[in-house]
């Protein structure tokens, strides 16, 4: 390199050192330096603001969720106890009744007299649409708690359907339609063609089963979003060590379990076992 290109090098090194020691130069550089690190802070600060601001709200979504799924749980179990178990274990005393009935020796002209249950009861609309948009689209949760929406969903729609089919045998039975033949009908026996017609005992069968799926996937979804919600409030305060600890809504069933109203795990083992390690898995 020719010497005078290093005289000229060596000379622009010189006037860029000399001013950037310069009281100048060391204002604009601090400066340049502090407002990096000031942009980096507050970078810093609005992601912390941020990750707060959605555990806060993941939070407040799982109690809006345990909420409905509570009340599902709720009006299934109040279901159950005034109308679909009293149904099931009237119509199970009366096939009994008859069954012993019908091997007595009975005189000429004696009859059995067959009491029919015919109480209507209704299946109101419930929350399910909102709970599905909260579990699917709001909270951070996989596999178990969305099955359990999926089928929360099918047995609401299988119970409305068994009810109305069973309202329907009612309105035919009530007006006379059926009359010669609807204790048969009623029982599940076999009609005079031959035939056998187990829609009726079916049905309530229906009815009975679906009304417990309603109840067990509801609280099964509710106290794994309980879970879920200490879940989260114990990694924001583990974050976040000055914030106070949010509130995460508690329902508790154990009542209903006592009196064996809300039914037990058995009968959903397999439903249970696709989940059971990831739930060994989970934090």
């Known amino acids: 390199m020719p010497i005078q290109n290093l005289d000229l090098l060596s000379f622009a090194w010189t006037a860029i050192y000399s001013a950037i020691n310069s009281n100048f130069g060391i204002a604009i550089t601090g400066g340049g330096i502090g407002a990096f690190g000031g942009a980096l802070g507050a970078q810093y600060i609005t992601e912390r603001g941020d990750k707060r601001r959605e555990f806060l709200s993941e939070i407040r979504q799982a109690n809006k969720a345990i909420l409905i799924s509570s009340q599902i749980c709720n009006f299934a179990l109040a279901l159950k106890k005034q109308f679909v178990q009293p149904l099931?274990?009237?119509?199970?005393?009366?096939?009994?009744?008859?069954?012993?009935?019908?091997?007595?020796?009975?005189?000429?002209?004696?009859?059995?007299?067959?009491?029919?249950?015919?109480?209507?009861?209704p299946i109101p609309s419930l929350p399910i649409e909102a709970l599905r948009n909260l579990v699917f689209s709001n909270l951070s949760v996989v596999g178990k708690?969305?099955?359990?929406?999926?089928?929360?969903?099918?047995?609401h729609a299988g119970l409305t359907q068994a009810v109305a089919q069973r309202e329907l045998f009612i309105e035919r039975v009530s007006s006379g339609e059926v009359a010669e033949n609807e204790h048969l009908l009623y029982?599940?026996?076999?009609?005079?063609?031959?035939?056998?017609?187990?829609?009726?005992?079916?049905?309530?069968?229906?009815?009975?089963?679906?009304?417990d799926d309603l109840a067990f996937f509801s609280v099964t979804l509710c106290e794994d979003l309980m879970a879920h919600g200490q879940r989260v409030a114990d990694e924001l305060c583990k974050q976040f060590c000055r914030i106070k600890r949010p509130h995460v809504s508690n329902v508790d069933f154990s009542g209903p379990r006592r009196t064996g109203l809300l039914v037990s795990n058995t009968g959903y083992e397999s439903w249970l076992w696709q989940f059971k390690s990831h739930d060994l898995n989970r934090p």
């Open 187 to 211: 029982l599940g026996r076999s009609l005079p063609d031959g035939r056998t017609d187990t829609t009726y005992p079916d049905l309530v069968n229906l009815i009975t089963g679906y009304t």
């Open 145 to 155: 708690e969305l099955s359990a929406v999926t089928e929360i969903e099918r047995a």
């Open 88 to 121: 099931g274990e009237k119509y199970a005393q009366v096939r009994d009744d008859i069954d012993y009935s019908s091997r007595l020796e009975l005189f000429a002209g004696d009859k059995i007299h067959l009491e029919l249950d015919l109480v209507k009861f």
